[in-house]
Protein backbone atom coordinates (compact mmCIF):
# COMPACT_ATOMS: atom_id res chain seq x y z
CA UNK A 1 0.00 0.00 0.00
CA UNK A 2 2.50 2.35 0.49
CA UNK A 3 4.70 1.72 -2.52
CA UNK A 4 1.27 2.32 -4.13
CA UNK A 5 0.66 5.77 -2.52
CA UNK A 6 4.09 6.90 -3.54
CA UNK A 7 3.84 6.08 -6.83
CA UNK A 8 0.50 8.06 -7.56
CA UNK A 9 2.27 10.69 -5.42
CA UNK A 10 5.20 11.01 -8.11
CA UNK A 11 2.81 10.69 -10.91
CA UNK A 12 1.14 13.73 -9.78
CA UNK A 13 4.62 15.17 -9.18
CA UNK A 14 5.36 14.46 -12.93
CA UNK A 15 2.01 15.90 -14.16
CA UNK A 16 2.72 19.28 -12.29
CA UNK A 17 6.22 19.86 -13.42
CA UNK A 18 5.23 19.32 -16.81
CA UNK A 19 2.11 21.32 -16.79
CA UNK A 20 4.57 24.07 -15.55
CA UNK A 21 7.71 23.58 -18.02
CA UNK A 22 4.52 23.61 -21.21
CA UNK A 23 3.74 26.54 -19.58
CA UNK A 24 6.62 28.52 -18.69
CA UNK A 25 9.14 27.62 -20.56
CA UNK A 26 9.20 27.71 -25.28
CA UNK A 27 11.55 26.70 -27.75
CA UNK A 28 14.22 24.25 -27.71
CA UNK A 29 14.50 24.24 -24.09
CA UNK A 30 11.00 22.78 -23.29
CA UNK A 31 12.34 19.66 -24.94
CA UNK A 32 15.31 18.93 -22.82
CA UNK A 33 13.50 19.87 -19.57
CA UNK A 34 10.80 17.44 -20.34
CA UNK A 35 13.64 14.67 -20.95
CA UNK A 36 15.31 15.62 -17.69
CA UNK A 37 12.18 15.37 -15.57
CA UNK A 38 10.80 12.24 -17.29
CA UNK A 39 14.62 11.15 -16.63
CA UNK A 40 14.73 11.78 -12.96
CA UNK A 41 11.16 10.39 -12.23
CA UNK A 42 12.20 7.19 -14.06
CA UNK A 43 15.16 6.65 -11.83
CA UNK A 44 13.56 7.18 -8.38
CA UNK A 45 10.94 4.52 -9.88
CA UNK A 46 13.38 2.19 -9.92
CA UNK A 47 15.82 2.94 -6.75
CA UNK A 48 12.54 3.16 -4.76
CA UNK A 49 9.73 1.52 -5.61
CA UNK A 50 11.40 -1.52 -7.57
CA UNK A 51 14.76 -1.86 -5.22
CA UNK A 52 12.71 -4.10 -2.72
CA UNK A 53 11.32 -6.33 -5.34
CA UNK A 54 14.53 -7.12 -6.61
CA UNK A 55 16.38 -7.62 -3.16
CA UNK A 56 13.65 -10.07 -2.72
CA UNK A 57 14.39 -11.99 -6.22
CA UNK A 58 17.99 -11.99 -5.11
CA UNK A 59 17.42 -13.48 -1.52
CA UNK A 60 15.01 -16.13 -3.45
CA UNK A 61 17.61 -17.16 -5.77
CA UNK A 62 19.96 -17.45 -2.44
CA UNK A 63 17.94 -19.48 -0.50
CA UNK A 64 17.51 -21.85 -3.98
CA UNK A 65 21.18 -22.24 -4.12
CA UNK A 66 21.56 -22.80 -0.46
CA UNK A 67 18.84 -25.62 -0.91
CA UNK A 68 19.90 -27.21 -3.94
CA UNK A 69 23.69 -27.33 -2.58
CA UNK A 70 22.43 -28.99 0.76
CA UNK A 71 20.66 -31.81 -1.41
CA UNK A 72 23.95 -32.33 -3.01
CA UNK A 73 25.24 -32.96 0.30
CA UNK A 74 22.92 -35.67 1.34
CA UNK A 75 20.73 -33.15 3.60
CA UNK A 76 17.26 -33.39 3.48
CA UNK A 77 15.91 -29.48 3.54
CA UNK A 78 13.48 -29.47 6.80
CA UNK A 79 11.25 -26.87 4.88
CA UNK A 80 10.08 -27.11 1.19
CA UNK A 81 12.20 -25.51 -1.47
CA UNK A 82 12.52 -21.76 -1.63
CA UNK A 83 11.87 -21.47 2.04
CA UNK A 84 15.17 -20.42 4.43
CA UNK A 85 15.47 -23.51 6.51
CA UNK A 86 17.29 -21.62 9.95
CA UNK A 87 16.57 -24.52 12.08
CA UNK A 88 18.30 -27.30 10.09
CA UNK A 89 21.54 -26.75 11.70
CA UNK A 90 20.02 -27.04 15.06
CA UNK A 91 17.76 -30.17 14.37
CA UNK A 92 21.23 -31.66 12.68
CA UNK A 93 23.38 -30.69 16.24
CA UNK A 94 20.06 -32.60 17.96
CA UNK A 95 20.36 -35.42 16.08
CA UNK A 96 23.64 -35.70 16.47
CA UNK A 97 23.75 -36.09 20.32
CA UNK A 98 21.09 -38.41 20.44
CA UNK A 99 23.46 -40.43 18.75
CA UNK A 100 26.27 -39.94 20.78
CA UNK A 101 23.94 -40.50 24.01
CA UNK A 102 23.53 -44.01 22.36
CA UNK A 103 27.19 -44.19 21.94
CA UNK A 104 28.11 -43.64 25.35
CA UNK A 105 25.14 -45.79 26.63
CA UNK A 106 26.81 -48.73 24.52
CA UNK A 107 29.93 -48.49 25.58
CA UNK A 108 29.60 -47.55 29.18
CA UNK A 109 27.81 -51.31 29.43
CA UNK A 110 31.17 -52.69 29.50
CA UNK A 111 33.64 -49.54 30.57
CA UNK A 112 31.82 -47.39 32.66
CA UNK A 113 34.56 -44.95 32.93
CA UNK A 114 34.95 -44.77 29.20
CA UNK A 115 35.09 -40.90 27.36
CA UNK A 116 35.24 -40.59 24.24
CA UNK A 117 35.39 -37.89 20.72
CA UNK A 118 34.77 -37.94 17.05
CA UNK A 119 37.70 -38.13 14.80
CA UNK A 120 35.08 -37.27 11.76
CA UNK A 121 35.40 -33.96 10.72
CA UNK A 122 31.68 -33.88 10.03
CA UNK A 123 29.93 -36.56 12.25
CA UNK A 124 26.60 -34.81 12.16
CA UNK A 125 26.41 -36.07 8.29
CA UNK A 126 26.91 -39.94 10.27
CA UNK A 127 24.18 -39.44 12.33
CA UNK A 128 21.47 -38.42 9.51
CA UNK A 129 22.51 -40.74 6.66
CA UNK A 130 24.61 -43.61 8.31
CA UNK A 131 27.52 -45.11 8.28
CA UNK A 132 30.92 -45.87 9.89
CA UNK A 133 32.69 -43.38 11.90
CA UNK A 134 35.83 -44.07 14.03
CA UNK A 135 35.77 -42.23 17.44
CA UNK A 136 39.02 -41.78 19.85
CA UNK A 137 38.47 -43.69 23.35
CA UNK A 138 39.65 -42.59 26.58
CA UNK A 139 39.65 -44.69 29.87
CA UNK A 140 39.90 -48.02 28.58
CA UNK A 141 43.20 -49.64 28.75
CA UNK A 142 43.33 -52.30 26.30
CA UNK A 143 41.90 -49.85 22.91
CA UNK A 144 42.29 -46.59 21.51
CA UNK A 145 39.91 -46.47 18.79
CA UNK A 146 36.63 -47.97 17.68
CA UNK A 147 34.58 -47.96 14.88
CA UNK A 148 30.93 -47.04 15.32
CA UNK A 149 28.35 -48.48 12.81
CA UNK A 150 25.20 -46.54 12.25
CA UNK A 151 22.94 -49.02 9.88
CA UNK A 152 19.47 -48.31 8.18
CA UNK A 153 17.47 -49.34 11.12
CA UNK A 154 19.02 -46.83 13.75
CA UNK A 155 21.19 -49.73 15.06
CA UNK A 156 24.64 -49.40 16.59
CA UNK A 157 27.52 -51.33 16.89
CA UNK A 158 31.27 -50.72 17.82
CA UNK A 159 34.64 -52.93 16.74
CA UNK A 160 36.79 -51.95 19.07
CA UNK A 161 40.52 -50.90 17.61
CA UNK A 162 44.24 -50.97 18.95
CA UNK A 163 46.45 -48.87 17.12
CA UNK A 164 49.95 -48.71 17.72
CA UNK A 165 53.05 -47.56 15.48
CA UNK A 166 54.44 -50.20 13.03
CA UNK A 167 57.92 -49.83 15.15
CA UNK A 168 56.32 -51.20 17.88
CA UNK A 169 53.95 -53.53 16.16
CA UNK A 170 56.98 -54.90 14.35
CA UNK A 171 59.29 -55.09 16.90
CA UNK A 172 58.03 -57.60 19.73
CA UNK A 173 57.92 -61.45 19.91
CA UNK A 174 57.65 -63.61 16.98
CA UNK A 175 54.55 -64.83 16.12
CA UNK A 176 55.16 -68.73 17.00
CA UNK A 177 56.11 -67.63 20.38
CA UNK A 178 53.55 -65.21 21.28
CA UNK A 179 51.12 -67.20 23.37
CA UNK A 180 47.38 -67.56 22.52
CA UNK A 181 45.00 -65.21 23.51
CA UNK A 182 47.48 -63.11 25.11
CA UNK A 183 44.94 -59.72 24.25
CA UNK A 184 42.03 -60.05 27.27
CA UNK A 185 39.10 -61.11 25.40
CA UNK A 186 35.93 -58.90 26.45
CA UNK A 187 32.93 -60.68 26.58
CA UNK A 188 30.42 -57.80 25.59
CA UNK A 189 32.46 -57.19 22.63
CA UNK A 190 32.71 -60.79 21.35
CA UNK A 191 29.05 -61.16 21.42
CA UNK A 192 28.41 -58.03 19.78
CA UNK A 193 31.15 -58.28 17.06
CA UNK A 194 31.26 -62.19 16.53
CA UNK A 195 28.41 -64.00 18.35
CA UNK A 196 25.12 -62.65 18.71
CA UNK A 197 24.37 -62.09 14.57
CA UNK A 198 24.89 -66.50 14.65
CA UNK A 199 22.91 -67.37 18.25
CA UNK A 200 20.56 -65.38 16.91
CA UNK A 201 19.93 -66.94 13.52
CA UNK A 202 20.37 -70.36 14.73
CA UNK A 203 18.31 -69.96 17.26
CA UNK A 204 15.50 -68.21 15.62
CA UNK A 205 15.70 -71.57 13.33
CA UNK A 206 15.84 -74.33 16.02
CA UNK A 207 13.04 -72.86 18.00
CA UNK A 208 10.89 -72.78 14.70
CA UNK A 209 11.47 -76.62 14.14
CA UNK A 210 11.13 -77.49 18.23
CA UNK A 211 14.27 -77.15 19.97
CA UNK A 212 14.74 -75.18 23.12
CA UNK A 213 17.96 -75.79 24.13
CA UNK A 214 21.67 -75.79 22.52
CA UNK A 215 25.23 -76.17 23.99
CA UNK A 216 28.22 -74.13 23.09
CA UNK A 217 31.24 -75.90 23.15
CA UNK A 218 34.85 -74.73 24.52
CA UNK A 219 35.77 -75.58 20.62
CA UNK A 220 33.21 -72.64 19.89
CA UNK A 221 31.48 -75.56 18.16
CA UNK A 222 27.41 -75.28 18.72
CA UNK A 223 25.74 -78.72 19.17
CA UNK A 224 21.93 -79.61 19.76
CA UNK A 225 20.27 -82.80 20.69
CA UNK A 226 18.77 -84.99 18.27
CA UNK A 227 18.19 -88.66 18.70
CA UNK A 228 20.01 -88.86 22.15
CA UNK A 229 22.92 -87.80 20.29
CA UNK A 230 24.63 -83.95 19.72
CA UNK A 231 24.94 -82.99 16.63
CA UNK A 232 26.94 -79.54 15.70
CA UNK A 233 25.12 -76.85 13.98
CA UNK A 234 27.43 -73.95 13.48
CA UNK A 235 30.97 -72.82 15.04
CA UNK A 236 31.55 -69.17 17.06
CA UNK A 237 35.17 -68.05 15.95
CA UNK A 238 37.20 -66.52 18.85
CA UNK A 239 35.13 -68.11 21.27
CA UNK A 240 36.18 -67.06 24.97
CA UNK A 241 38.39 -69.24 27.19
CA UNK A 242 36.06 -70.96 30.38
CA UNK A 243 37.66 -67.95 32.27
CA UNK A 244 35.68 -65.36 30.88
CA UNK A 245 32.56 -67.81 30.93
CA UNK A 246 30.70 -65.96 34.13
CA UNK A 247 30.63 -62.93 32.60
CA UNK A 248 29.82 -64.27 29.17
CA UNK A 249 26.68 -66.16 31.03
CA UNK A 250 25.68 -62.30 32.15
CA UNK A 251 26.11 -60.69 28.77
CA UNK A 252 23.60 -64.08 27.27
CA UNK A 253 21.14 -63.46 29.94
CA UNK A 254 21.07 -59.66 29.35
CA UNK A 255 20.12 -60.27 26.01
CA UNK A 256 17.41 -62.81 26.91
CA UNK A 257 19.09 -65.98 26.01
CA UNK A 258 18.47 -68.13 29.60
CA UNK A 259 22.46 -69.24 30.31
CA UNK A 260 24.31 -72.21 32.71
CA UNK A 261 27.78 -73.35 32.84
CA UNK A 262 27.74 -77.19 32.47
CA UNK A 263 30.60 -79.87 32.09
CA UNK A 264 30.21 -79.62 28.56
CA UNK A 265 30.01 -76.25 28.18
CA UNK A 266 27.31 -73.48 28.25
CA UNK A 267 24.29 -74.11 27.70
CA UNK A 268 21.76 -72.04 26.22
CA UNK A 269 18.18 -72.03 26.65
CA UNK A 270 15.08 -70.17 25.25
Not at 71 to 77: D, N, R, S, T
Not at 94 to 107: D, E, T
Request: aromatic residues 8%; glycine residues 8%; negative net charge.
Amino acid sequence: MKSDKALWGSISILIGAVIAILALIRGAWQTWFLIGVFTLWGLWVVTVLLRPYMQQAKRRRMREQLAKKRLAEGIAPSQPMGIPTMEAPETELLLLRHVNHRISAYLRAVYPDVRWEWCEKNPEKLALAGGTGRIRLYGIPDFDHADVCIDQSAGITCNMLKIVPLSEAGGGEPEDTVPPNKQPVDPQIWYEVQGRKVLEALVADLNSRGHSRLTIHEDGDICVEEDTEEVAKEHLAGFPEKTYWPRLQQVFERNGLAAEVTAKGIQISW
